[in-house]
């Protein structure tokens, strides 16, 4: 009996491409950004991702990269990905944090991509881990070394104080000891979640040379 013949990649993509046709009729889909009907991501709210990448500082001169504000479009596709589980916008999104990881310069050297990971109660209510994701989308190669560890209560209308006191000591890094690495996050905020991030990287003997994050709120703009 003959093997069938395996599809080339732009046959997948084809059936892809029909499979998302077909189910348009049955799921309305509409753009993240504006609302515009039949389409996940007009052109116009495309453009609005294109990264601008801007250079700020977490501590003691460690660098961080944001590749967008996160207002307007960039924060309703943010919250799109985040919240209403479309993760298809992880594509433009990672490809985002990826132009602000290239803005870290690693002097040559190898470096790490490590995501912060979702809390255990976002990874349950979302079922994906949304910085894993994101690094994956954006071509880069995630190394999952950090994990939670104990609660973390919604960062969601916590001050900086309280942020900070909410991720204190909630993270741990394994098999990082002489690595080279980039902390990535989706949105910095109050920077309480990455500096949490860092202490932990550096306690497990990594040496971290930057942050970057997808987008950065106005009150950590750089």
């Known amino acids: 009996m003959l093997e069938p013949m395996p599809l080339r990649a732009s046959a997948w993509r084809r059936v892809g491409e029909a499979a998302a046709a077909a189910l348009s009729l049955v799921l309305p889909v509409w753009c993240a950004g504006c609302d515009e009907p039949d389409v996940a991501l007009c052109a116009n709210c495309r453009e609005l991702l294109r990264p601008s990448v801007r250079v700020g500082s977490l501590r003691a001169g460690l660098p961080v990269c944001s590749a967008l504000d996160f207002s307007g479009v960039p924060a309703r596709v943010l919250r799109a990905f985040k919240e209403d589980g479309r993760t298809g916008l992880a594509r433009p999104l990672g490809a985002a944090l990826a132009a602000a990881v290239a803005r870290l310069d690693g002097d040559g050297i190898d470096v790490a991509v490590v995501p912060v990971p979702s809390s255990r109660r976002a990874f349950r209510r979302r079922g994906y881990d949304t910085g894993t994701l994101l690094a994956a989308r954006g071509g880069l190669k995630p190394l999952r070394a950090l994990s939670s560890r104990g609660a973390v209560a919604d960062q969601r209308g916590l001050g900086r104080e ?23 996050d989706d949105v910095l905020t109050t920077g309480a979640t990455l500096r949490e991030a860092v202490r932990a990287l550096t306690a497990g003997g990594a040496h971290v040379i930057g942050a970057a994050t997808v987008a950065a709120t106005a009150r950590h703009a750089p």
Request: charge should be positive.
């Open 162 to 184: 309280a942020r900070a006191r909410n991720v204190a000591g909630t993270l741990r890094a394994r098999d990082v000891a002489g690595l080279s690495v980039i902390v990535v």
